[in-house]
């Protein structure tokens, strides 16, 4: 319960209530901590609260999307192998029933400011509720796509339809039945939106700006046979997550190899179809490891896709718009979506595609959405499917002050720095788990939850037993990490792509990468290295 006036006295004050949270809370408690969580939402979740629009599903097959405890997977199956929203809010409620999260857990309490007291060495946490907390340590499991972003396109307000943002959703459902609807984006949420709503709706308007690089999701049904075949090795499946590049049970060892450049060109494409056979993300993350570093394999990449693309697609010119002759940016180095019938909803006669990088808009009016040709494209429902504030929007959402008062929204306005994303300097006993430069939003998201949340935990534990309780990174240690990341980065061809992953997606924020790019097992054996030295490069009294 969430009561103006009601005050915890923790070691541990955990934000956020999805993978990353749950998982906190759970562990710590079972070494005895006093831990709460205070999450927003009114139920467990995190994105899966917040993210119920139509379609709305996970790109990860359900096996991987769970935490890896054998209590939970042993009982629990999903009945799709990419499973829709609300069976994985139905797997929150298990989980909770399994492991008695939510009495620990205070709902409807949105943290708004919260400051660090040198003298006292604890965080004052304030919820807009009234709610506040002191805790020896604040774990931030905020999440990377908790803070929505709405671009500011001129005449917004003067839409006289329903205007909804995706991540804003309803929590009732609407009926989008022979509706007018237009879609907003073209990232993971928005060809979701697209392909559900198309068959329903009266007419569809997608407006892109950027062709999404979507991959064949290749979605099955799981008969009780299906089901048990997928918990065939599933420990080793799990533990596989720390020795893959993005948390997975599979890797590009696993399928294409390193480079694609000791291979004919024949088998070049002889891999890039088997890649295909296989589906999911497969073709990206199973991809040769080059792809990211070589011109000359990327672009094979994109070729392979964008050919097979076309075929689905009958007109020639949405074929060009949708998977151009010319790649928008290197393939796989903005975020890849898993689609199942994307492009078949633009040979539909409801369905039109507005070229955005052609025809801009010029401002949304009532009836509408007015673009530089002169034409309104009218609308009863118009869905913002533009995305996030990724991975920093929701800490600096909340007014953290640290040491020298200073807020992290204010430090981190010239660009992130947390070492082994994890701390901040200036911002003592905080953590941030699955959050900035960690492999985050390059990995999947419950692998990270548990093995971010492991070194996290140890952490706090080597405190305990060395009779510490303040942690520190250092500000060298800081400008390290970021040096590392961006050093990598400058490698590859991310900067290459106007994507979340570089930060480029929200008007004025610095342009950095986000997440840590060297892959779990490098960020892994950064954290052994740190501690092998007795966790150098924090500061630990
Ligand atoms: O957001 P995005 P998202 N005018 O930022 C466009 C996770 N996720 O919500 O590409 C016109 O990717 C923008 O255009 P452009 C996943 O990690 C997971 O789709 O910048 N258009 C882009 O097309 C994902 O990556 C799942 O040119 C504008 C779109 O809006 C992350 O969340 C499902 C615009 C935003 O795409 C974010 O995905 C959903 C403007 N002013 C999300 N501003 C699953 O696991 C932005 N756009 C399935």
């Given at each position: 319960m969430s009561t103006p006036g009601t005050h915890d006295e923790l070691d541990v004050l955990v934000i956020g209530a999805g993978f990353s949270g749950l998982y906190q809370l759970y562990r710590l408690r079972k070494l005895g901590y006093s831990v709460k969580i205070f999450e927003a939402a009114p139920d467990l979740g995190g994105v899966w609260y917040w993210n119920c629009y139509p379609g709305a599903r996970c790109d990860t097959y359900g096996p991987l999307y769970q935490f890896s405890m054998e209590e939970l997977w042993q009982d629990w199956d999903f009945d799709e192998l990419y499973p829709s929203w609300d069976k994985i809010r139905e797997y929150f409620h298990y989980v909770d029933g399994k492991l008695e999260l939510s009495k620990h857990i205070c709902f409807n309490t949105r943290v708004s400011d919260a400051s660090f007291n040198e003298d006292t060495c604890r965080w004052n946490v304030n919820a807009e509720s009234g709610h506040t907390?002191?805790?020896?340590?604040?774990?931030?499991?905020?999440?990377?796509?908790?803070?929505?972003?709405?671009?500011?396109?001129?005449?917004?307000?003067?839409?006289?339809?329903?205007?909804?943002?995706?991540?804003?959703?309803?929590?009732?459902?609407?009926?989008?039945?022979?509706?007018?609807?237009?879609?907003?984006?073209?990232?993971?949420t928005g060809v979701q939106v697209a392909q559900e709503t198309a068959p329903i709706a009266a007419h569809l308007t997608v407006f892109q700006r950027t062709p999404n690089m979507a991959l064949p999701m290749r979605q099955q049904q799981l008969d009780d046979a299906a089901k048990a075949a997928l918990k065939e090795n599933l420990p080793e499946k799990y533990a596989k997550r720390a020795r893959t590049l993005a948390g997975y049970d599979f890797d590009y060892q696993d399928y294409a190899g390193e480079s694609a450049e000791i291979y004919s060109s024949e088998q070049v494409q002889e891999v890039f179809e088997k890649l295909w056979t296989e589906g999911g993300f497969v073709p990206w993350l199973g991809n040769f490891a080059d792809m990211y570093t070589s011109e000359k394999t990327n672009r094979a990449a994109y070729d392979f896709w964008r050919d097979k693309v076309r075929e689905r697609i009958t007109d020639p010119c949405l074929q060009?718009?949708?998977?151009?002759?010319?790649?928008?940016?290197?393939?796989?180095?903005?975020?890849?979506?898993?689609?199942?019938?994307?492009?078949?909803?633009?040979?539909?006669?409801?369905?039109?595609?507005?070229?955005?990088?052609?025809?801009?808009?010029?401002?949304?009016?009532?009836?509408?959405?007015?673009?530089?040709?002169?034409?309104?494209?009218?609308?009863?429902?118009?869905?913002?499917?533009?995305?996030?504030?990724?991975?920093?929007g929701g800490l600096t959402a909340i007014d953290i002050r640290g040491t020298d008062g200073v807020s992290l929204r204010e430090k981190w306005s010239a660009g992130v720095s947390a070492y082994l994303g994890t701390m901040t300097h200036g911002f003592p006993n905080m953590l941030f788990v699955y959050g900035p430069q960690a492999p985050a939003g390059l990995s999947n998201g419950p692998s990270s939850s548990e093995l971010h949340g492991d070194e996290i935990i140890e952490a706090l534990e080597h405190l305990r037993t060395h009779g510490m309780s303040r942690i520190e990174s250092t500000a060298e240690a800081d400008r390290r990490w970021r040096d590392r990341i961006d050093d990598y980065a400058a490698e590859t061809l991310f900067g290459q792509a106007n994507s979340w992953y570089m930060s480029a997606n929200i008007p004025g924020k610095k342009a950095q990468m986000i997440n840590y790019p060297i892959g779990i097992p490098d960020y892994l054996e950064q954290w052994a290295i740190a501690k092998a030295s007795g966790f150098d490069g924090f500061d630990l009294r």
């Open positions: 907390a002191s805790a020896k340590f604040m774990v931030m499991c905020t999440g990377i796509g908790s803070k929505p972003y709405r671009p500011d396109i001129p005449g917004l307000a003067d839409f006289k339809g329903r205007l909804l943002h995706t991540a804003q959703w309803p929590q009732e459902g609407i009926d989008l039945g022979d509706q007018r609807i237009g879609v907003i984006g073209t990232g993971a060009e718009k949708l998977a151009p002759t010319e790649p928008p940016h290197p393939y796989g180095v903005k975020r890849i979506s898993l689609e199942q019938s994307y492009y078949e909803i633009f040979n539909q006669d409801n369905v039109d595609l507005v070229d955005l990088k052609e025809t801009p808009i010029e401002r949304i009016t009532g009836p509408g959405v007015l673009t530089t040709d002169g034409q309104t494209h009218e609308l009863d429902v118009l869905i913002l499917a533009t995305g996030f504030d990724m991975v920093t």
